[in-house]
């Protein structure tokens, strides 16, 4: 396996472990086993934790570009009208969320934000975030402050399962 894949690989294992335990709950050598590698080769790859969850958040950030790119074109690759990118994008996220850890990791990468390079990583996600969404959108600044807002809102009814708790609250948030 080259040296990029076992990288990604060790990011997978870092989502997968830090959606489930947070950065201060999540041991690099939980997710060197996740990976199915040592921890000195974890150690290898990033200088420490702090390293290597600010390259989770950058992994993830791609794993969501790499989901909307395309998103606000028609199959002729004709801008799509502001309508039907809206609901181009929230199809290609709905899939992309259908991965509970992404999202949770999501979470946790926002609570993790007081250490320095988490801090500057989560910036950039949604830095590149927000200006793919707003391309998509035609710089529509209200359609793409309503696209993030609705997005963490069915981030948190997802990782909650609000879509299986039969109460009039979880339902109102679940739509």
Known sequence: MKSDQRRRVVLDAAVACFARKGFYGTTTGEIAEQAGISQPYVYRLFANKEALFAGAVLHVSELISNALTGAGVDQAGAPRPSEAAMSAVRSAYGTLIQDRDVMRFLMHANCAADEPLVAEAVRECYA???QLVSEILNHDDEAVRHWFGAG??????LTL??????????RTLSG
């Not at 963490?152 to 009814?157: A, F, H, I, Y």
């Open 161 to 170: 399962g609000l879509a299986d708790v039969d109460e009039p609250w979880a």
């Open 128 to 130: 590149r975030q927000v």
């Open 152 to 157: 963490m809102l069915e981030n948190v009814t």
